[in-house]
């Protein structure tokens, strides 16, 4: 077969290049990695099974492999000219004094391997001209013998190494992928090849649409993802990224574990809500799905033919290259394998994929076939939304399953890439750093922003460009104001924002007031036209709100309740809280329940908001607006009672986007109540020795500076900012990162807040704990932005150079290393530093503090535990999990008399535990910021774990769960 070499790419061409050169050289031949190679891909000493093996001119001495890759081949006679070229060049570098070459070990014999194939045309063809070349440099570099292996000549090889061939497959086989197969692949495996293809065309026909009511759109409206699907900005810990294509570039790769050069297989895509991660997992998919069935006949692809081309057009559109290697693309959403395996314990990650195999192909897809194909062809794994499996024991099951899937893959050395998805919230570094890249999406720029909503305005509005003109004109208004820009930092708020913008003529100023609008003019759009439903809507505004709210508190109480299973009620519980609403009216048991049966299909039908997820059972399509109607009940009734919600709230990172809602709500129609709800955030802070350590109610701080929600108010923001500054004294992290980012554009609207930031700065710069640390992270990001006090930070900055002593010069030159910054530069080379890992283990760090005699009772509360949990934790160390883990030890009995230091409502060995290791975390060495860091963040999660649902009273109605 003739292959196609030219989808390899100039690495994967140079990584075949020497799979071809030891097969076909034997074991003694030497390859290089990435990188300045000194013109060697692999090179030999001693004899070698080439030309013929066992005969007399069988090479043996020196000898060298180097790969020319052609990216675009044109004609046999320019490419060709190419190589000659090319391999002239190689040539005279070893000849060349000046290169560095020439001060190298001249080879005996060399091969060059190409993509090009050599024309035959005696004299002057491919062959003969590259022959004639090379014997004319012979004599000068000494050497005794030299082939080129033009594609012609590594297609029979490839042809010979079914092994080879294998390994490469999903690069080099020639037009109809799936019709070629069978001359890649065992018999075993044909079989399945065939189900493949079924299943690639079944999956791009069903994944086509992007449904806006995940935006909350009426009527369900759906657009075609080859229509608006965008690639979106993301942030490795190197550089900026657009995340489908540096997915796509990872994939370029030979991902087997026999065949991988140092790099970390997989990635992870890390998002808020509304940022897109769902749907960029659908383009993503799309995008091999097209690749893999791009030149299949016309005629077998059936309705997906249309799809197809509209996706391969969309992607020329944007930029997204095709896949050089056609991976089989398959997406499993977590939160329903979450929920299977709560049904079936036993159920593998493999099996789950196996029954949605299956389920599409109308027929059954055994798992161990499922497995042979894994270890045939490259496949791509998707792994959406880790964060919806909420229950610790479901995402413990989930995690060992994803791991056991991983291993299955090794062992079948499988070219497998895995792409998972999860909001930062409560992750906890489930999916592995040593195996999986941190990709975070990051915030849209104004341009990237205006332009996505341009784009949506002009594709949904396509038969009405005056509208699609005005909302245009409306959106770059409200995008050069700053506080309605900050409200378009996420494709889900940009399209909330232009289906605002066909109505009305300016957008709110804040994220509660962004829903609260969205929800008013559907419902004010569905009252206006008309008819007996448009009239119930009107009468029953009120209790249609009610009802709304109800649901929103219900799902989130049963999912904190009970997070592994879906948040729905059934119609028959929705029927249940519109008749009690009703009644509560004063509205009789007759006339609520046929009032109710009508105001149900009224909510559901034309608002759609509740939207059919699972037979006769309704929830919220998208958890924010769950969440805006959760904080909607929340901050209403009663002052001191809503004041009292906020404060029994505050704890629960499963509540704190309701919670965040909630404060914009305040801010909106509760001014009142505004110095209140920030005077919380001081009593959160202190009423516990936990959270005086973990500061959560400046982590609330911070969030609320992030949301705007006090833009209005400068006096109350100004509070604010006070408290958020409290995470200073945190270990650096992302928070800190967080915190600078947010203060700097504060600045520069609020000259004054510098009279409280500064000095703050300024106090922290001179101290000799983690704020000195987390002070130089936020003044190299003011002194790196033009602002008022840019020439100020740039001057504290040196000025810590200068006064600082030796400790804390070498763990400012780790904050330097681990947060790259220009203004952080002059500290790199402060100090000769001790080596740090990163992921070095707690339990080794804490081993000196726990023994110092002076950390009595925590000292020997957490020897205890840790000794309990792993008898060889002294010796080895105890990482991060360990200690999580350690958590779950509840039966242990009291180890020592004395009482240990908790507040009132501190209770159980957990929370004992997670204080007293808080209280050993300041005894670790400054240098050892991102270990303390690790540690603050396993217990701000389990602070943030605790169930508060039932501190919300009767603002629940509570019914038996169906």
């Given at each position: 077969m003739d292959y196609d070499l030219s989808r390899l790419g100039s690495r994967e061409f140079e990584h075949l290049s020497q799979a071809l050169a030891i097969r076909v050289l034997g074991p003694g031949v030497t390859v290089f990695g990435s990188g300045p190679d000194g013109g060697r891909e692999a090179t030999f000493d001693g004899p070698v099974d080439y030309p013929s093996p066992s005969t007399e001119s069988t090479w043996s001495g020196y000898g060298v492999v180097q790969a020319k890759f052609k990216e675009r081949l044109t004609s046999t006679t320019e490419d060709n000219k190419w190589i000659v070229s090319e391999i002239r060049q190689e040539l005279e570098k070893?000849?060349?004094?000046?290169?560095?070459?020439?001060?190298t070990r001249y080879p005996q014999f060399i091969i060059f391997t190409t993509n090009v194939w050599l024309s035959s045309v005696p004299g002057s063809g491919g062959v003969d001209t590259t022959d004639a070349l090379v014997r004319s440099f012979a004599g000068r570099l000494g050497l005794k013998d030299w082939a080129v292996w033009g594609g012609d000549k590594l297609c029979r090889y490839l042809d010979n190494f079914y092994d080879i061939r294998k390994a490469f497959g999903g690069f080099i086989t020639p037009g109809d992928v799936l019709d070629r197969l069978h001359h890649l692949l065992s018999e075993e495996i044909i079989e399945f090849s065939e189900a493949a293809g079924r299943h690639a065309r079944s999956e791009l026909f069903a994944?086509?649409?992007?449904?806006?009511?995940?935006?909350?759109?009426p009527e369900s409206e759906k657009l075609k993802l080859a229509e608006i699907g965008v690639d979106l900005p993301g942030v490795t810990a190197s550089r900026d990224v657009l995340v489908?294509?540096?997915?796509?570039?990872?994939?370029?790769?030979?991902?087997?574990?026999?065949?991988?050069?140092?790099?970390t297989p997989h990635l992870v895509w890390v998002g808020g809500p509304g940022q897109g991660k769902s749907t960029l997992t659908q383009l993503l998919a799309q995008t091999y799905r097209a690749a893999l069935l791009a030149n299949h006949p016309e005629h077998r692809l059936g309705p997906s033919g249309p799809v197809l081309a509209a996706v391969r057009d969309r992607l020329r559109e944007l930029g997204v290259r095709e896949p050089r290697c056609r991976r089989w693309p398959i997406a499993v959403n977590l939160n329903d394998y979450g929920e299977a395996v709560s049904r079936d314990r036993e159920l593998s990650l493999l099996g789950f994929v196996a029954q949605r195999v299956s389920k599409r192909l109308d027929h059954y897809v055994p798992p161990h076939q499922l497995r042979s194909w894994l270890g045939s062809w490259p496949c791509l794994l998707i792994l959406d939304g880790l964060d919806e499996v909420a229950a610790p024991s479901a995402r413990d099951s989930v995690e060992q399953r994803i791991n056991e899937f991983l291993i299955t893959a090794a062992d079948v050395d499988a070219d497998l890439l895995v792409v998972g998805t999860t909001r930062p919230q409560g992750y906890n570094d489930e999916f592995s750093v040593d195996q999986f890249e941190h990709v975070t999406l990051r915030s849209l720029e104004v341009t990237e922003a205006i332009d996505y909503g341009l784009h949506l305005s002009e594709v949904r509005h396509r038969d009405d460009p005056d509208l699609a003109e005005q909302v245009a004109a409306r959106l770059e208004q409200a995008a050069q104001e700053h506080v309605t820009a900050r409200l378009m930092r996420t494709p889900l708020q940009v399209t909330i924002m232009t289906l605002l913008l066909e109505r009305q003529a300016r957008v709110p100023d804040s994220r509660y007031s962004l829903f609260e609008s969205y929800y008013n003019t559907i419902y004010t759009r569905e009252v206006s036209k008309g008819g007996p439903t448009a009239s119930l809507l009107e009468q029953h505004r009120n209790d249609i709100n009610a009802v709304h709210q109800q649901v929103a508190l219900l799902l989130h109480d049963r999912a904190e309740q009970h997070p592994d299973l879906d948040s729905l009620v059934s119609l028959a519980e929705l029927d249940a809280l519109?008749?009690?609403?009703?009644?509560?009216?004063?509205?009789?048991?007759?006339?609520?329940?046929?009032?109710?049966?009508?105001?149900?299909?009224?909510?559901?039908?034309r608002l759609v908001l509740l939207a059919p997820i699972a037979q006769d059972h309704v929830g919220f399509d998208v958890r924010s607006l769950q969440e805006f109607m959760a904080a909607r009940a929340i901050a209403t009734g009663p002052d001191d009672e809503v004041l009292r919600r906020m404060k029994a709230l505050a704890p629960s990172a499963h509540w704190r986007n309701a919670w965040l809602l909630a404060a914009g709500r305040i801010f909106r129609h509760s001014e009142h109540l505004r110095l209140g709800l920030v005077a919380l955030l001081d009593e959160i802070d202190t009423e516990s020795s936990l959270a005086m350590i973990i500061s959560p109610g400046s982590r609330l701080a911070l969030d609320m500076l992030d949301d705007d929600t006090s833009a209005r108010a400068r006096g109350i923001q100004r509070m604010v900012v006070k408290r958020a500054l409290e995470l200073i004294k945190q270990p650096p992290s992302q928070y800190t990162e967080k915190l600078a980012a947010t203060l700097h554009p504060l600045l520069n609207r609020d000259p004054e807040l510098g009279e409280m930031i500064m000095p703050a700065l300024r106090r922290a710069i001179h101290g000799g704990d983690w704020s000195l640390l987390s002070a130089a992270i936020i003044l190299a990001e003011f002194a790196g932005l033009v602002g008022p006090f840019q020439t100020v930070a740039r001057t504290h900055l040196k000025g810590l150079l200068r006064a600082a002593d030796r400790e804390k010069k070498e763990a400012l030159v780790h904050v330097a290393l681990q947060f790259p910054h220009p203004s952080l530069r002059r500290f790199e080379t402060a100090a000769t530093s001790r080596p740090q890992d990163p992921h070095a283990a707690l339990g080794q760090l804490l081993k000196t503090p726990i023994e110092d005699q002076r950390c009595e009772p925590a000292r020997r509360d957490v020897a205890e535990r840790m000794r309990q949990y792993d008898s060889d934790w002294e010796s080895q160390g105890v990482d991060v999990r360990s200690l999580w883990n350690a958590f779950e030890v509840t039966s242990m009995p009291i180890i020592h008399p004395e009482p240990v230091r908790t507040a009132a409502n501190e209770s159980g060995e957990a929370q004992r535990f997670a204080l007293n290791l808080a209280l050993l975390s300041d005894e670790l060495a400054l240098v050892d910021f991102t270990a303390a860091d690790q540690l603050r963040a396993t217990l701000v999660q389990f602070y943030g774990q605790q169930q508060v649902s039932h501190k919300l009273g009767g603002l629940i109605v509570r019914l038996p769960e169906s």
């Open positions: 070893w000849l060349d004094p000046k290169s560095n070459r020439s001060k994944s086509q649409w992007v449904r806006l009511n995940q935006a909350g759109s489908v294509q540096h997915a796509i570039s990872q994939g370029d790769t030979v991902m087997r574990p026999s065949a991988r050069r140092g790099v519109t008749r009690i609403r009703l009644q509560a009216e004063g509205i009789g048991e007759a006339e609520s329940q046929r009032l109710a049966a009508q105001l149900v299909t009224a909510a559901t039908l």
